[in-house]
């Protein structure tokens, strides 16, 4: 059998493969109601789409949806460690989807397969984290030609894209999923808070209650993730650069401190920040024996890895699955999760499908949007149509079996106009 071109772990595990994704789908109904109007009206009918994503159940889903649009699609993974190698063969034996990805693979890999997916040539663009349009901007300018433009979802891939506007250097209309009201109450929030917990709890088997969880960043995520962990009888203590924030946490009840003084006390320490050198050497060696460190921010520059391996007199690769454990010449140990990476992918399955069914959904609706009205757009990140949005709200809605109100003609007329 002829497949799509393709670097995969084992096309024999397709099978299982698609019964994972199967699975998901069954929590995944608006996409699902997505993928069958695009099956009919074919709306990415000819269009090359090159992502870079984790290669997952419910990403599965979302590129079945783009490819009953019509579109090729060529995937390479954001994440070494999330690639789910059943998955990934799935969508090449039964999807049509050319993947480039598999669990572990090695840095000089996930360069050499972003570039692969570029030199099909795509239309559009879905990145995470920005590292696809990067390599096309800095390595590769040549295959931006014919590029019509590109969506992306995570905070982390948001700022990177928008320090590269400001700079005059993004070539792109790039949309930003991420902004989204849905995106940033479940997934960001729902979605990351329950699955980094679910990924602590994987790799470690710790008992939260009692034990003290230091949050760094109190964005969407830090949000989500204080609440569940307070809702498992942790003591949270926030830490966070932006005093708004900063007295957001506070007037929700979490004691607000500096990374110095919740370093001796911290049990368990989780960065949510999208920034770089969030735990450093100063904080390290203040850490009691036994601490645990995980970051669900988007790269593994949250925590000083350099500074953590240059204080370790002796490290234990894989004392635990998905855990390290490194001790410094006190004795005292701390352990490492998912080697700083996304601790929730690496350790755990990521978002529940039902979350990344409404963050899918707009996704696939933006591409739709973008490759319909993206003549006259120029450089730049665009908002994601406020109508979108609303619609993929309303699905759910639907499928929850919820029923809202509605303006009455009198209310609609009133909010248009100044007068009493």
Same mark, same amino acid.
């Given at each position: ?5 393709? =670097? ?158 400001? =700079? ?140 953590? =391996? ?28 998912? =080697? ?81």
């Amino acid at each position: 059998m002829t497949h799509t071109p393709h =670097e995969v772990a084992d096309l024999g595990l397709a099978g299982a493969g698609v019964r994972r994704v199967d699975w998901a789908e069954r929590s995944m109904p608006v996409l699902r109601s997505v993928r069958e109007r695009f099956a009919a009206e074919r709306p990415l009918e000819g269009l090359r789409v090159a992502a870079c994503l984790h290669v997952t159940a419910e990403t599965a889903n979302l590129l079945r949806a783009l490819r009953a649009g019509g579109a090729d699609v060529a995937l390479a993974a954001s994440n070494p460690l999330s690639t789910q190698d059943d998955t990934a063969a799935a969508l090449v034996a039964e999807y049509g989807v050319s993947v480039h990805a598999w669990a572990g693979m090695d840095p000089a890999a996930y360069d050499r397969n972003l570039v692969t997916v570029l030199e099909t040539r795509p239309h559009l663009l879905l990145d995470d984290g920005c590292d696809l349009v990067n390599t096309a901007h800095v390595a590769r300018p040549d295959l931006l030609d014919g590029v019509l433009g590109g969506c992306e979802q995570t905070t982390t891939g948001v700022i990177r894209l928008r320090r590269m506007s400001a =700079e005059g250097e993004l070539r792109l209309p790039m949309v930003a999923v991420n902004d989204t009201a849905t995106k940033r109450m479940f997934d960001n929030r729902y979605g990351t808070g329950q699955s980094t917990i679910d990924g602590i709890l994987r790799a470690t088997n710790a008992l939260l209650a009692g034990r003290t969880v230091v949050v760094a960043g109190f964005g969407y995520c830090g949000r989500g993730l204080a609440e569940r962990a307070r809702g498992m009888g942790a003591r949270v203590v926030v830490t966070e650069v932006d005093p708004v924030k900063a007295l957001d946490a506070v007037m929700q009840g979490y004691t607000v401190s500096t990374m110095e003084d919740a370093a001796p006390v911290g049990d368990v320490f989780v960065t949510v920040t999208g920034n770089r050198d969030v735990v450093r050497a100063e904080h390290l060696e203040r850490m009691k024996d036994g601490a645990i460190l995980a970051n669900s921010g988007h790269f593994d520059l949250e925590i000083d890895l350099s500074a953590l =391996e240059r204080l370790a007199v002796g490290v234990d690769r894989g004392v635990r699955d998905q855990a390290d454990e490194y001790v410094f010449e006190d004795g005292r140990r701390v352990l490492l999760l998912s =080697e700083g990476r996304l601790v929730n992918l690496g350790a755990a399955e990521g978002h529940p499908a039902a979350v990344m069914d409404m963050s899918f959904a707009v996704q696939a609706l933006t591409t739709e949007w973008l490759a319909a009205k993206h003549a006259g757009m120029g450089p730049g990140v665009l908002e994601v149509p406020e109508g979108i949005d609303t619609e993929v709200a309303r699905l759910e809605l639907a499928s929850l079996g919820v029923r809202i109100d509605a303006l009455t003609p009198g209310q609609e007329a009133y909010l248009r106009s100044w007068h009493p």
